[in-house]
């Protein structure tokens, strides 16, 4: 079992910078890839990022690529998405997930946090 919390959300002027964090604990939480996903209201949970267990390969989604990183410190067994030039677009709930591999889909993610509120405003 892995248990995943994300933080940092918040309320931003469009132009402005957020780091989420997401903290995973449990036995082989550590083994896993993590990956970013966000969904705004009515609207599909949407692929934003993801990283390998090791940390060595990253992957984003067209719309954040050049704003935001995604990286992982593994002795804090934590994973970090930081975001620049923030869009009013990208108000949304964000949401960790724990995956075997990293995937853009979110079916391949088998645990999940519980969500942090950004909400970008123009």
């Known amino acids: 079992q892995v248990q995943l919390v994300e933080s940092g959300g918040g309320l931003v002027q469009a132009g402005g910078s957020l780091r989420l964090s997401c903290a995973a604990s449990g036995r082989t939480s550590s083994s896993y890839s993590m990956g970013w996903f966000r969904q705004a209201p009515g609207k599909e949970r949407d692929f934003v990022a993801a990283?390998?267990?090791?940390?060595?390969?990253?992957y984003y989604a067209d719309s954040v690529k050049g704003r935001f990183t995604i990286s992982r410190d593994s002795a804090k067994n934590t994973v970090y998405l930081q975001m620049n030039s923030l869009k009013p677009e990208d108000t949304a709930v964000y949401y960790c997930g724990a995956a075997v591999h990293p995937s853009h889909f979110s079916g391949s993610y088998s645990y999940w946090g519980q969500g942090t509120q950004v909400t970008v405003s123009s």
């Open positions: 990283v390998s267990w090791t940390g060595d390969s990253t």
